[in-house]
T-cell receptor, first 114, second 113 residues
Framework: DSGVTQTPKHLITATGQRVTLRCSPR?????VYWYQQSLDQGLQFLIQ???????AKGNILERFSAQQFPDLHSELNLSSLELGDSALYFC?????????????FGSGTQLSVL | GENVEQHPSTLSVQEGDSAVIKCTYS??????FPWYKQELGKGPQLIID?????GEKKDQRIAVTLNKTAKHFSLHITETQPEDSAVYFC????????????FGSGTRLLVRP
């Protein structure tokens, strides 16, 4: 168990809908990351937060947004969902968000858009 | 942009044999290279990592080597066991206050009993 908690584990929704994925980092970790894993794209970095502030952005679509709250949990919001958004979404956390720290991943949220 | 290439995509070995997975990175400023193991239905789990000031690191049956000049690094698993069967990902990142860990495409390792 990595200590990173993601909910829900599975999410099934329809095209055009909006969903929210939730992540609680390991105790003591200030930085949270979101990754998307699909069969054809592998593990793609979406966005990083540190202590409530956005710190780095990857290939995150404009339809997607994220935030990190004062209690350090994070939410990834996906809107106007398309079939191609179906994927595993992982949250990870690290202590201070520096580029050579160990990153710990949650078990992921499997999103299916029908 | 940053890119990490990983080979092979699939690898099948007999139990007890060694397995080697190779990765090449494009960003010469990369200085941290972790390896992750992902089992079915689970998130990636860090198994070993190496920093650019070190050429080799070992942890029991696994080892990682780094060649900064050639910009490639490898994972070596010796005396493989069926429980080593999983997907392995290499990754690279540069130091600094923003952390974009770039992953390779993964290697599916099958250890045959």
């Amino acid at each position: 168990d990595s200590g990173v908690t993601q909910t829900p584990k599975h999410l099934i929704t329809a095209t055009g809908q909006r969903v929210t994925l939730r992540c609680s980092p390991r105790s003591g970790d200030l930085s949270v990351y979101w990754y998307q894993q699909s069969l054809d794209q592998g593990l793609q970095f979406l966005i990083q937060y540190y202590n409530g502030e956005e710190r780095a952005k990857g290939n995150i679509l404009e339809r997607f947004s994220a935030q990190q709250f004062p209690d350090l949990h994070s939410e990834l919001n996906l809107s106007s969902l398309e079939l191609g958004d179906s994927a595993l979404y992982f949250c990870a956390s690290s202590v201070s968000g520096q580029g050579s720290e160990k990153l710990f991943f949650g078990s992921g949220t499997q999103l299916s858009v029908l | 942009g940053e890119n990490v290439e990983q080979h092979p995509s699939t690898l099948s070995v007999q139990e007890g044999d060694s397995a080697v997975i190779k990765c090449t990175y494009s960003d010469s400023a990369s200085n941290y290279f972790p390896w992750y193991k992902q089992e079915l239905g689970k998130g990636p789990q860090l198994i070993i990592d190496i920093r650019s000031n070190v050429g080799e690191k070992k942890d029991q049956r696994i080892a990682v080597t780094l060649n900064k000049t050639a910009k490639h690094f490898s994972l070596h698993i010796t005396e493989t066991q069926p429980e080593d069967s999983a997907v392995y990902f290499c990754a690279a990142s540069r130091g600094g206050s923003s952390y974009k860990l770039i992953f390779g495409s993964g290697t599916r390792l099958l250890v045959r009993p």
